[in-house]
């Protein structure tokens, strides 16, 4: 980092009140950590704001925390922690509104079971996390014969009335973000790319996809104005998909739902039939250690519940683990961004128990790896939450002076092994 004031690189042999003029490396963590949850809280105001959404002290506090990391702004460490924790306020508030405005735009989304194969005729895939994209996409596709897929985040689509009424609504397609290249290579379709998350497009199907919105690609054609006919007419002159039979997967348990059987959770861990909740879930990656989380969840114990949201549940979401009395031992809520019903779900359980969120049977194991999981991370700061597990590695950004008031504020901690976090959570 540069000192302004010195003139040198601040803690340079030239820079002479590091920390004072040249703000040191704690506050630069700190400012790095509040620029990159702003980033998190931008993208749900975004989607908000599409939808007709917003909220003026969101708003303000994007001008005061960037204001905040200007040169010689604030030398204060704990002032900066104070914004960082105001940031996971403010992301709260911000997947409040998008959840607010999705359920009035699209109805409140229910458990729905979602085909992973293909259906005979023309189609098109999307990717991304922006529904109203898909739902103009869904109603100028209408009576053309496309087929219509989700792909990555955009998987809880399904679970929303006003979407899953359009019957060429078909399925989900692939899995990840990271697995792009490969899937959309092999689909034959065109693809649609709604938000970030997005790859640079190989040679073989560049010329059939297409983005719109906030995303952007070279050599991409760009949709404006949510105009789909470039889309819709490549997707008519490509070779049509074949039938084919896939699996399930089940999406939509909104925290409406899950609060719709809380009696029943609530007598099954009185009695002790479960025994524990975990949440598992977050934003997947390619980076190699990222298998934990399957293996994690292929170990736990058939007393325990597994709930999961954002694309880190396609590490797992695959496999059939059964319910208890009814309750299935899966739950997706659905997109990162529905954090905020796992978040409703567990203060709902907490009242409940008459107890604080830490003192329930609810362990968080979270994988990370861009701006909307910081922020979501930052939101479960702020709201005290404690023993939170986090992988496949703490982030880089963290100074060791900052990480260590983290773990003694909140016991933040790596991921081990499935087999030691799954032992010392359950001791």
Known sequence: MFCYQCEQTA?????????VCGKNEDIASLQDT????????????YHARELGARDEQ???????????????VDFDLNRHIELVLKAG??????????????????????????STGTKAG???????????????????????GINVYTHGEMLPAHAYPELKKFPHLVGNYGSAWQNQKSEFEAFPGAI????????????????????????????VTHIKNRDFMPVIEK??????????????LVTGFHHSAILGLADKIIEAVKSGKIRHFFLVGGCDGAKKGRNYYTEFVEKVPRDCVVLTLGCGKYRFNYLDLGDIDGIPRLIDIG?????????????????????????????????????????????????????????????????PNVLQVLQQNYDLKPITTPEQDLKEILK
Request: hydrophobic residues 45%; aromatic residues 6%; glycine residues 10%.
């Open 11 to 19: 803690g340079g042999t030239g820079c002479t009140k590091v920390g």
């Open 34 to 45: 509040l620029i990159i949850g702003l980033k998190g809280i931008a993208a749900y105001a």
């Open 58 to 72: 969101v708003d303000a506090f994007m001008h005061e925390g960037l204001f905040a990391t200007l040169t010689n």
């Open 89 to 114: 306020e403010m992301n709260l508030r911000a997947m409040e509104m998008l959840d607010k405005a999705h359920v009035e735009r699209f109805g409140t989304p229910a458990p729905t079971k979602v």
């Open 122 to 144: 023309p189609g098109i895939v999307v990717t991304g996390h922006d529904l109203l994209d898909l739902y103009e996409l869904l109603k100028q596709t209408e009576g053309t």
């Open 192 to 219: 649609l790319g709604t938000t970030n998350c997005v790859l640079i497009p190989k040679e073989s199907y560049r010329e059939r996809m297409f983005t719109c919105g906030i995303a952007g690609l070279p050599g």
């Open 235 to 248: 997707a008519k002159s490509l070779p049509p998909l074949e039938e084919k039979e896939g699996g399930t």
């Open 335 to 399: 997109q990162c961004n529905n954090a905020y019903s796992a978040i409703q779900v567990a203060l709902a359980l907490a009242d409940a128990f008459n107890c604080s969120v830490n003192e329930l049977p609810l362990s968080l194991v979270l994988s990370w790896f861009e701006q909307k999981a910081v922020a979501i991370l930052l939101t479960l700061l702020y709201l005290g939450v404690k023993n939170i597990r986090i992988g496949p590695s703490l982030p880089a950004f963290l100074t």
